[in-house]
């Protein structure tokens, strides 16, 4: 393969597998949540079951990713191809029973492909001298949720039922898995490599890193499991409610190109914090002024700040950590990250049917996202804008 085209099947291949695995595997439930309320298959009470059964996924593939003896190549392999699999699946059965297992599974899968990638695929192009590709890599999440809320778009217009259109999302990222499959490089090991443990090769943890990044994950799971429902009950229109999701994406995708702009002169944990404040503000705006043009801007500020902060943190682990053990400091933050969006959206769904609106824990999350940031940002030292 001639050089040029290797350099850009690296970003290309793991913009995709993050596409896939955080687009789809984690994402497409969101804009699909309102096709299944339509069809009578399950209540909001029930969707913040299924959301939080799968973030529990999330955060045992969190905490077990860097503990599997599975060579890391076959593990992304697998990982890709259960959340095709388990992504069809939705659509192949309405027993609620099976939902919760297949989300528990796209859960896992999706917290495993994010670590792999975020630690081979992010490392490669930084001991190469393409750093300046890895926000290509991370804005793949944003394409794919930008693909899938733009394809339920056309599913709402169109009067497509949810079962048919998890059918038609499970069976086009079947295909693009196996693309993905077939380019995977050296890149991303072949076997799984026997490290010694030695404490010279662990760095102790930075538990405001850990603390922030699982706020976050309380932070922007609510708007990113109900802002279409959110969006519906002011609008009935598709047309008009259905561009939440699309936008959402939008701004998760051009938010990453951004910040590897921003990392030239300002420190991860600035733009981080910075970022979070953005995304609190964004989750009170429906709040003060409960209509379609303030839901859809807090999900501009969320959709643009959420990728940016797991971009910040996933360069912010690699600066502090020796090489062999920033999967544990990866695993660590996406875990809490995963804890916190466990907790988001059973909470949410909670107050939800006793308040019979989401005001309530929009305030309490945006509260948490400002006390975290406070907190990251409490002792930031010349060192780290320096080094970052």
């Not at 291949?13 to 009578?40: C, I, Y």
């Not at 027993?95 to 081979?120: D, E, K, P, Q």
């Not at 964004?282 to 969320?302: R, S």
């Not at 797991?310 to 502090?320: D, F, N, V, Y």
Request: net charge positive.
């Amino acid at each position: 393969m001639p050089p040029q085209s290797q350099n850009l099947r690296i970003p290309v291949v793991g913009m995709v597998a993050l596409a896939l695995a955080m687009g789809v595997g984690r994402f497409a439930f969101t804009p699909l949540l309102p096709l299944m309320l339509e069809d009578g298959l399950l209540g909001i009470t029930d969707g913040g079951y299924l959301a939080s059964i799968h973030f529990l996924g999330y955060w045992l593939g969190a905490v077990s990713a860097a503990k599997l003896p599975l060579p890391p190549k076959m593990m992304l392999r697998l990982s890709l191809l259960a959340i095709g699999v388990g992504t069809l699946g939705m659509g192949v059965t309405n027993n609620f029973i099976a939902w919760l297992i297949l989300r528990w599974l796209c859960g896992v899968c999706s917290a495993w492909t994010l670590v792999l990638v975020s630690n081979y695929y992010i490392k490669h192009l930084a001991d190469n001298g393409r750093a300046d590709y890895q926000g290509w890599v991370f804005s793949g999440v944003g394409t794919g949720i930008l693909i899938v809320g733009l394809g339920c778009l056309a599913f709402m217009v169109t009067q497509i039922g949810s079962s048919l259109s998890w059918q038609i999302v499970g069976a086009i990222s079947l295909i693009a898995i196996g693309a993905v499959c077939l380019n995977l490089g050296p890149e991303i090991p072949a076997v799984r490599f026997a490290v010694p443990k030695r404490e010279s090769q662990r760095s102790p943890l930075d538990w405001r890193i850990v603390i922030a990044y699982g706020a976050m994950g309380i932070g922007y799971i609510i708007p990113a499991t109900y802002l279409p429902v959110m969006a519906r009950e002011i609008v009935q229109s598709p047309l008009i409610f259905g561009w939440g999701w699309p936008v959402f994406g939008a701004a998760a995708f051009v938010s990453t190109l951004l910040a590897a702009r921003l990392q030239k002169g300002f420190s991860n944990r600035q733009i981080w914090t910075a970022s979070q404040v953005i995304m609190a503000i964004g989750l009170l705006l429906p709040v003060f002024h409960p209509h379609i043009f303030t839901i859809i801007t807090a999900g501009f500020c969320v959709g643009g700040t959420f990728m940016i902060i797991t971009m910040a943190g996933m360069k912010e682990a690699h600066r502090i950590a020796s090489p062999q053990d920033v999967m544990r400091h990866i695993g660590a933050m996406t875990t809490a990250f995963a804890t916190g969006q466990m907790i988001g959206p059973v909470f949410a769904g909670t107050v939800y049917g006793l308040t019979q609106s989401f005001a309530v824990s929009l305030v309490i999350t945006s509260a948490t996202l400002v006390i975290s940031a406070m907190v990251l940002a409490g002792r930031t030292s010349k060192k780290e804008v320096v080094q970052s």
